[in-house]
């Protein structure tokens, strides 16, 4: 490897990846495991939905970082976690920013931190919990459907051409609640 070029972030520079990417200059391009460094370095990049990293022949490296845009805020618990198309929590917030998405009440995001995926975490604590509840004697929790709920909600905005959605309470399965244009 003769040149390591970081394309694509406007939140992350060159310099901020360079030293996690786990490669330098000499190293040898058909030896590198670029999956398993797309997999750590997007890891380490809680603000990153997407890194990929191509070879250029014959001494080029390129990683390509696509930075999470906010599509939702979830609120959990005081906070306001903002997370991106793919459900990576980007930011967390004590109040809502204008700008960062739908706000969406009901989805719980127990032990969150920026950079989880929404999904992975409610699998986590879901196991987390049947565990425990098994432990005890006890029947295992349901396993929350809150995110099928939200991803079919949205996509029935979307496919109807619904717009100006401003909040989405989804607490209840039976009373879902749309907020458009702040009604």
Do not use: H
Not at 15 to 21: T, W
Not at 101 to 122: F, I, M, P, R, S
């Amino acid at each position: 490897i003769e040149t390591i070029t970081v394309q694509g972030s406007e939140v992350y520079a060159a310099s901020d990846v360079l030293p996690l990417l786990g490669v330098e200059t000499g190293d040898n391009l058909l030896r590198i495991n670029t999956g398993a460094m797309e997999d750590a370095l997007l890891e380490s990049l809680p603000q990153a939905d997407r890194v990929t990293i191509d070879r250029n022949f014959p001494s080029g490296l390129t990683v390509t970082i696509a930075d999470g845009e906010p599509s939702a805020q979830l609120f959990y618990d005081g906070s306001y976690y903002v997370v991106s198309q793919s459900g990576r929590i980007l930011q967390k917030n004590t109040e809502a920013r204008s700008g960062s998405g739908v706000v969406v009440v009901g989805v719980t995001l127990e032990n969150a931190q920026v950079g989880d995926y929404v999904d992975k975490l409610q699998q986590k604590n879901w196991e987390e919990a049947s565990a425990l509840a098994k432990e005890q004697g006890e029947d295992p929790p349901e396993m929350p459907d809150e995110l099928t709920s939200l991803k079919t909600l949205f996509s029935a905005l979307e496919a109807a051409e619904f717009s100006e959605v401003n909040a989405v309470d989804i607490s209840s399965e039976v009373s879902l609640t749309i907020y458009w244009q702040n009604r």
